[in-house]
Nanobody, 114 residues
Framework: QVQLVESGGGLVQAGGSLRLSCAAS????????MGWYRQAPGKQRELVAQ???????TYADSVKGRFTISRSNAKNTVYLQMNSLKPEDTAVYYC????????WGQGTQVTVSS
């Protein structure tokens, strides 16, 4: 069983930055992939960024060049650095671990004001 706890969300003005953290209850060294998803009101949950255990990364086109996913195996934590935030980035952001069963955090709200 993997428990995930997100933190770092909040309210920020357009153009600002936030860093989300996802702390896992187990070692993430061998977890197949960890990622960040988001869900805006009235929309489906979508993949934002993912990092595999080999270090390969994937990003949604809408965040490429602005967001960076990284991880610390020593801290069992995955991060999402979000720069140049836009109002359309407003959503609840969820941490995901795929091992291959899916595990989800409770979500953290990110609100970007114009």
């Amino acid at each position: 069983q993997v428990q995930l706890v997100e933190s770092g969300g909040g309210l920020v003005q357009a153009g600002g930055s936030l860093r989300l953290s996802c702390a896992a209850s187990v070692s993430i060294f061998s977890i197949n992939a960890m990622g960040w998803y988001r869900q805006a009101p009235g929309k489906q949950r979508e993949l934002v960024a993912q990092i595999t255990k080999s270090g390969s990364t994937t990003y949604a086109d809408s965040v490429k060049g602005r967001f960076t996913i990284s991880r610390s195996n020593a801290k069992n934590t995955v991060y999402l650095q979000m720069n140049s935030l836009k109002p359309e980035d407003t959503a609840v952001y969820y941490c995901n671990a795929w091992d291959p069963k899916d595990y989800w955090g409770q979500g953290t709200q990110v609100t970007v004001s114009s």
